[in-house]
């Protein structure tokens, strides 16, 4: 099934059920609130809103509406965790390489994972808002997991039993601001403002075959500006899958219901796939050239981010942004004019 959360003027939004074609949606009315109160007790309300997703997908759910992404918070507005790993390894090597620094090997055994901010997550169509363009400004296309409890010490084939959802996620790094603060030995903060989510959260059964290993086997769509970037497959080249990087992150701790787990910037070894961030590109420069000449975003830029199935059909829905100064207005289109005034 597909889930995701309107905007109500509340923290938590509105869970919704959405159309597989996501042109339709119905409010979960008396099933849930919430995606996190659904997650808090998913054996028992998950059926229920895979029942109603059924009646909307054949078109006899009662008061349905379409479904609109701009309307739409990130499906898990705030999260109780968020985690992301680094599980495509050579987007790390790329930049080691670049920088001359040579790559552990215990990268290859051992996944990279940072703790990122959970309490404020940016919608999949709301502006990205920063207030200084010099930061370095950079989009991270990546998929997440959603899990449901995963107990401390859980093996793999454990973890991969509590997946519960699939999303989309634009990982936004402020690439200038990162050298100091890795410098300091105590990992990201700053250089690491809201995350972005795809308009729709999904249980794995939806990806069908493309779901397999604990891997989504799909290419992964990057546009900025209007032009497609990159479209590595997230399938290939992924050195730890989910299931593996779930396990990692309960090796010391608990991960409660709610849980939300990255995959890191999706990179194939084959440059022709193009991109996932603009940080890679620039290191592929660095390597070939001995500097980086694509610049990072700019105020006013978009990003798009996105995942077809294998028929060319939108599976989670698109992020699609656009980055804007913190503070600054936008213009307001001019109001139609008056019908009565013209005659």
């Known amino acids: 099934m597909k889930l995701a959360t309107l905007k109500d003027g509340t923290r938590d939004g509105q869970l919704i059920v959405v159309a597989r074609d996501l042109k339709t949606a119905v409010v979960a009315d008396g099933i849930a609130r919430s995606l996190q109160r659904a997650l808090d007790d998913w054996a028992f309300i998950a059926p229920q809103l895979d029942e109603l997703y059924r009646q909307l997908n054949e078109g006899r759910a009662r008061r349905s509406f379409d479904f609109v992404p701009k309307d739409c918070m990130a499906p898990l507005p705030r999260a109780y965790q968020w985690a992301d790993g680094s599980a495509y390894v050579n987007h790390v090597e790329l930049v080691r390489k670049a920088r001359n ?30 207030k200084h363009e010099e930061w370095g400004i950079d989009f991270e296309s990546e998929i997440a997991v959603v899990t449901d409890d995963v107990p401390m010490g859980a093996t793999p084939d454990q973890a991969f039993q509590q997946i519960r959802l699939l999303m989309l996620v634009n990982d936004v790094s402020l690439r200038n601001l990162i050298p100091e603060e890795l410098a300091k030995g105590f990992g990201f903060f700053q250089s690491k403002p809201a995350s972005s989510f795809s308009p729709v959260a999904v249980t794995p059964d939806e990806l069908g075959e493309a779901w397999r290993d604990a891997k989504v086997h799909l290419p992964l769509r990057s546009s900025w500006n209007g032009k497609l970037v990159g479209q590595p497959n997230a399938g290939v080249d992924m050195v730890f899958n989910f299931a593996q990087l779930i396990a990692h992150l309960v090796k010391t701790r608990n991960a409660r219901a709610g849980t939300i787990v990255g995959s890191g910037t999706v990179s194939n070894k084959d440059a022709k796939k193009g991109y996932s961030c603009i940080a890679e590109k620039r290191c592929l420069e660095m390597i070939a050239d001995g500097k980086p000449t694509t610049p990072f975003m700019s105020f006013g830029d978009t990003i798009k981010i996105e995942m077809l199935d294998a028929d060319g059909k939108s599976i989670f829905g698109a992020i699609e942004q656009q980055v804007w100064q913190l503070g600054r207005p936008k213009a307001v289109p001019d109001a139609a004019p008056d019908a009565e005034a013209a005659e």
């Open 101 to 130: 620094a040579e790559m552990p090997a215990s990268f290859w055994d051992d996944p990279l994972m940072y703790q990122g901010g959970s309490d404020d997550f940016i919608g999949p169509c709301d502006d990205i808002e920063l």
